[in-house]
Each structure stands twice: as structure tokens, then as C-alpha cells.
């Protein structure tokens, strides 16, 4: 049989290609983000790094190299006692309360239907048509 495909062929293919939808299909259920959420605050180590890469920019002006600055900065992490890492720690849990607490004043919102923002938009909005509205007319005129 030289040429032709077996049955278990054409059911390996058959099988990829189930598989493939499958995917495709989980991909499509996600929801999309709301923009409107906070984001979450960066870690202590995130903190850390912010002051590390611009240190290290200044001390290797010539190094475009990501992934060189994320090994230095994490060997220099690994070797901080609790001490040093304190006021990042410090930094990271001021940023997560904040964090929190814009995120209950969120999930109020969304609980109570978002209304504010969204009557606030729809006045500006209507203002600025019917100043445009105006303006229009005059230019007719």
C-alpha cells in the first residue's frame, strides 16, 4: 500500500484535529478584560527591580541585554538578607493595601451597576453635541 493511509492514520488526523477546535473553542470562551479594573501591585522583588535596572543601567551603559539585567538583579535578590529586603517589602504591602482598596471600591461598582461613570460620560457627551450642534449651524449660516 504504497501511498494510501491506513485507518489508524486517518484517525491520528482526525484526532489532531479535534483537538485543535477544542482549543480554539476554550480560547474563545474566555472573557474579555474590563479595563476599568485595577491592576494588580508588583511584588517586592518587582519594586527591587525598578531600582535595580536603573542602577545597572548606569553602571553597564553598554548592555542592551533584558535577560542579563533580570539574572544579575535576581542573584543579587537571592543574596539580600530580610533586612536589606525590608523596605521593599514595606513598599510592596503600602501598594497591595491601596491595591485592595481600590478593588472593594470596584467590586461596588460593579455590585451596584456602574451607573456614576458612565452618567458623567453621557452628560459630557451630550454637552459637546450640542455644542458641535451649534457650531455647525452658525457654519451654514
Do not use: C
Amino acid at each position: 500500500m504504497k501511498g494510501g493511509k491506513t485507518k489508524a492514520d486517518a484517525m491520528q488526523t482526525d484526532n489532531k484535529l479535534k483537538r485543535k477546535t477544542v482549543g480554539a473553542a476554550k480560547r474563545a470562551k474566555k472573557a474579555a478584560k474590563d479595563p476599568n479594573k485595577p491592576k494588580r501591585p508588583a511584588s517586592a522583588f518587582f519594586i527591587f527591580m525598578e531600582e535595580f535596572r536603573k542602577q545597572y543601567k548606569e553602571e553597564h551603559p553598554d548592555n542592551k541585554s533584558v535577560s542579563a539585567v533580570g539574572k544579575a538583579g535576581g542573584e543579587k535578590w537571592k543574596t539580600m538578607i530580610v533586612a536589606e529586603k525590608a523596605p521593599y517589602v514595606q513598599k510592596a504591602e503600602k501598594r497591595k493595601s491601596e491595591y485592595n482598596k481600590k478593588m472593594q471600591a470596584y467590586n461596588l461598582k460593579l455590585a451596584g451597576g456602574g451607573n456614576d461613570d458612565e452618567s458623567d460620560k453621557s452628560k459630557s457627551e451630550v454637552n459637546d453635541e450640542d455644542e458641535d450642534g451649534s457650531g455647525e449651524e452658525d457654519d451654514d449660516e
